[in-house]
Nanobody, 122 residues
Framework: QVQLVESGGGLVQAGGSLRLSCAAS????????MGWFRQAPGKEREFVAVITSNGGSTDYADSVKGRFTISRDNAKNTVYLQMDSLKPEDTAVYYC???????????????WGQGTQVTVSS
């Protein structure tokens, strides 16, 4: 069973960058598409980015397209989210999760990590 641990969050000024990591345990990491989601206070969890099991395809929410980049290293059982040109509205807890399908739908994802806080100051 894959367990996920996110890291790399923190406080950054608007326009800055952060790189989130999601480390997975287990032998089946490379079998899953991986996604990043985020949840701001008082809001529902929302899709940010997804990558196929082999890293060949990616998709992004319109709100982060052109600023965020998802990638993965299957040899290290890790998926990354490079976040550039950060805005205050990117402030949220960021979660990674796995999916058997290449999807942006929340309900397709399982094995959520504990999340990492990203705070962007104006």
């Amino acid at each position: 069973q894959v367990q996920l641990v996110e890291s790399g969050g923190g406080l950054v000024q608007a326009g800055g960058s952060l790189r989130l990591s999601c480390a997975a345990s287990g032998r089946t990491f490379s079998s899953y598409a991986m996604g990043w989601f985020r949840q701001a206070p008082g809001k529902e969890r929302e899709f940010v980015a997804v990558i196929t099991s082999n890293g060949g395809s990616t998709d992004y929410a319109d709100s982060v397209k052109g600023r965020f980049t998802i990638s993965r290293d299957n040899a290290k059982n890790t998926v990354y989210l490079q976040m550039d040109s950060l805005k205050p509205e990117d402030t949220a807890v960021y979660y990674c999760a796995k999916s058997l399908s290449y999807s942006s739908a929340l309900g397709h994802f399982r094995s959520w990590g504990q999340g990492t806080q990203v705070t962007v100051s104006s």
